[in-house]
């Protein structure tokens, strides 16, 4: 895959403006086991306490292994789940458990991405149809008309503004994904939560679709939420990054910050596996192997739920769960804004040992 330049820019975001998103606390159990008329005995701790802020303008990506609750996280920000417990504050209100009714409006201002485009797009209606439809659903009656408005949309995405009665089927995986996010634009919204936008996609097309997000976030000035777990396309596109385990954020930095000195042992293991075209790199770094599989969400280790795994683990580590803080001292500092859930940092340049 041809990616887009890791040039560093300017940030897009002032770091003391007041923050789009605020997600405080935010909890999601779903309820497992009971019969029809006995209660649920236990319950999937999908998402078990985050916190995190976006900023007008950033990408703020959240990445982890498959199961750690960051899809989860997506459609709670979205409101397509409601929360067990927590707080989710879009744009100065509280969105948390606001009803269908209130939710709609806001719903012009927060869309979503989905990561499938084969299964997001309704096979027996038309495109035109398709993106048309938040117009429909909020009444919007742009000038022009909604034919017209569709189109341009089409048109911004880099598809042929003629094909407006196509069907589905008729487009590549690609093309699908252009067709959701131009029903995503339709209501020029302020925040876009992307779930895996291009892992769907063949290798071959997929940096063409994260350029097409990164351009429309200049020219429309948009923010993303990015759900991924392919560290390479984050690093491509984030200005922020979220390393998410097993319901629980252990990392957040700038994204160089992060990438090139990572503080908690999961996240050093996770950048451990991602390829090097160097080959003089690859051959001075070492790879990490976890021992084991990610644990059940049903019944995760108790303090820090990394410890399992973690080849610095301490009796603390079973017994008291760390904070998400930014390190102020010792040899493992960590730069504004970069905060990490460990009770032992990995220190700048060292070297972990395989286990």
């Keep these: 895959m041809t990616t887009p330049s890791t040039e560093t820019t300017a940030p897009r975001h002032a770091a003391d403006e007041e923050p789009?998103?605020?997600v405080e606390g935010l909890v999601k159990h779903f309820p497992i086991g009971g019969g029809f008329l006995s209660k649920s005995t236990s319950a999937v701790q999908a998402v078990d306490g985050v916190d995190f802020e976006v900023r007008k303008g950033e990408t703020f990506s959240i990445v982890g292994e498959s199961g750690c609750g960051k899809s989860t996280t997506a459609?709670?920000?979205?409101?397509?789940?409601?929360?067990?417990?927590?707080?989710?504050?879009?744009?100065?209100t509280d969105i948390s458990h606001l009803s269908d009714a209130k939710m709609r409006p806001m719903r012009r201002d927060i869309?979503?991405?989905?990561?499938?485009?084969y299964s997001s797009l309704n096979p027996r209606h038309t495109v035109g149809k398709i993106v048309g439809a938040p117009f429909k659903?909020?009444?919007?009656?742009?000038?022009?008309?909604?034919?017209?408005?569709?189109?341009?949309?089409?048109?911004?995405?880099?598809l042929n503004p003629e094909h407006y009665n196509r069907y589905p089927?008729?487009?590549?995986?690609?093309?699908?994904?252009?067709?959701?996010?131009?029903?995503?634009?339709?209501?020029?919204?302020?925040l876009i939560v992307a779930d895996e936008p291009v892992s769907a996609l063949d290798v071959s097309i997929q940096a063409q679709v994260v350029n097409l997000l990164e351009?429309?976030?200049?020219?429309?000035?948009?923010?993303?939420?990015?759900?991924?777990?392919?560290?390479?396309?984050?690093?491509?596109?984030?200005?922020?990054?979220?390393v998410m385990y097993l319901g629980k954020i252990v990392e957040i930095g700038e994204r160089d910050d992060l990438y090139d000195r990572p503080r908690h042992p999961y996240t050093v293991a996770m950048l451990s596996a991602v390829p090097v075209p160097d080959t003089k790199r690859r051959e001075n770094r070492e790879r990490i192997r976890l021992v084991g599989d990610v644990p059940s969400p049903i019944n995760p280790p108790p303090a820090c739920r990394f410890h399992t795994r973690c080849w610095k683990a301490q009796e603390i580590c079973r017994t008291e769960e760390p904070p998400l803080l930014q390190i102020t001292s010792g040899p493992a500092v960590t730069g504004p804004g970069h905060t990490v859930a460990c009770h032992f940092p990995v220190e700048p340049g060292e070297l972990a040992e395989k286990t």
Excluded: W
């Excluded at 008729?170 to 339709?186: D, K, V, Y």
């Design 111 to 117: 869309q979503m991405i989905f990561q499938d485009p």
């Design 75 to 92: 459609r709670l920000v979205t409101r397509l789940l409601e929360p067990t417990s927590g707080r989710v504050t879009f744009d100065g």
């Design 169 to 190: 089927h008729e487009f590549s995986g690609g093309q699908r994904q252009r067709i959701g996010i131009a029903r995503t634009l339709a209501l020029k919204p302020k």
């Design 20 to 22: 789009l998103l605020k």
């Design 215 to 242: 351009d429309l976030q200049e020219e429309l000035d948009l923010t993303y939420v990015m759900i991924a777990h392919d560290l390479s396309v984050v690093r491509h596109v984030s200005d922020r990054v979220a």
């Design 137 to 158: 659903l909020q009444g919007v009656d742009p000038e022009g008309g909604r034919r017209k408005a569709v189109q341009e949309l089409l048109k911004t995405v880099g």
